[in-house]
């Protein structure tokens, strides 16, 4: 493998969409590399990232493998893959987008079933009436083995599912399936309900590192640098930067203001009394912020301003990828 840092994301879709509008935000447009026949990309402002354009199971795949050393796909892609991540992959950043969860739906005329514990008794009476196993339509068939072994339910079978999973009921070809639902329109539009208990997972976009990729110095310290620069990002939009002076008793109104998030970007210099405060306030708690403030002696305006990134000294997800990438 390259010595370079190999970012994986979506070649197509919706989710190609959602992960280059997040990279842009950021300040790092996504372009498409000439030739190739299209496969490659280059993130603006980080040359030294090589981007493979890949389908979102394929992602997964070269996670667990490590042909990739980053990868941005849906989590329920990686865990279908491997429903133990330990050792192979690690979630470094959930990204905010892409949500849907993995569920069980039977059919609605099912009016008595609602739970696992309904479904377990419908398997067992379902094989004493016609001598068969109930037959389960899914994608996810290492997501639902587990997932149903874990509710204690055995007398089923499972048929993989190559096209619209949601219509197999009404095909004839399962009574119940297992599959990805956002709103529950798809379902309830195939006259089917989720199983209230019927979760399996609730998945999100992640950006994921694989622990099998050859890393070093250099791919580990690019994508160091690729997650500050997320992270201070989100912590912009998150926040607000305050600027205020805080009276005789600054430390009062900081230790005061802290128990609602809001902490020192800066200090005046030292013997600078009176000096100008730089503070970082979740925009939720921009009101009570002020007030704190006002009450803990503020003097003059306070000030509320947007910025496009906050770096941090120490930033908290820099500092939990250097524990689970270690070179």
Not at 212 to 232: G, H, I, T, V
Not at 287 to 309: F, P
Request: contains cysteine.
């Amino acid at each position: 493998m390259s010595a370079r840092l190999t970012l994986a994301v979506p070649s197509k879709g919706r989710l190609q969409e959602q992960v280059s509008a997040y990279f842009a935000d950021a300040g790092l447009p996504m372009h498409k590399a000439a030739g190739a026949r299209g496969y490659r990309a280059t993130l603006e402002g980080m040359p030294e990232i090589d981007v493979m354009l890949l389908s979102a199971s394929e992602i997964a795949g070269a996670l667990l493998s490590g042909d990739v050393h980053l990868g941005v796909t849906g989590e329920d892609l990686i865990r279908e893959s491997a429903p133990s991540l330990d050792g192979r992959v690690a979630l470094v950043k959930p990204l905010g987008f892409g949500h849907a969860d993995v569920v069980v739906a039977v059919p609605q005329a099912w009016i008595d079933v609602s739970t696992m514990a309904d479904l377990d008794d419908v398997c067992a009476a379902f094989y004493q009436r016609h001598r068969r196993r109930l037959r389960v339509a899914t994608k996810y068939v290492g997501l639902t083995r587990a997932f149903f072994a874990q509710a204690g339910i055995w007398d089923y079978r499972i048929v993989e599912s190559a096209g619209a999973t949601e219509a197999a009921p009404a095909a004839g070809a399962a009574e119940a399936i297992v599959d990805i639902t956002t709103t529950g329109a798809t379902l309830a539009a195939n006259n089917l309900k989720t199983l209230d208990d019927g979760t399996l997972l609730k998945s999100q976009s992640q950006l994921a590192a694989s622990l099998l990729a050859k890393w070093n110095s250099d791919s580990a310290a690019c994508a160091k640098r690729l997650l500050a620069r997320l992270a201070a990002r989100e912590r912009a939009k998150a926040s607000f930067v305050l600027r205020a002076r805080l009276g005789a008793k600054p430390e009062a109104a900081i230790s005061a203001a802290a128990k609602i998030g809001v902490g020192v970007l800066s200090r005046p210099s030292k013997g600078n009394t009176g000096g100008e405060y730089s503070l970082l306030c979740p925009r939720a708690n921009l009101a009570d912020a002020i007030t704190i403030l006002r009450r803990r002696g503020a003097d003059g305006s306070v000030t509320a301003q947007t910025v496009d990134y906050v770096f941090e000294t120490e930033d908290p997800l820099v500092a939990a990828f250097e524990k689970i990438v270690k070179v």
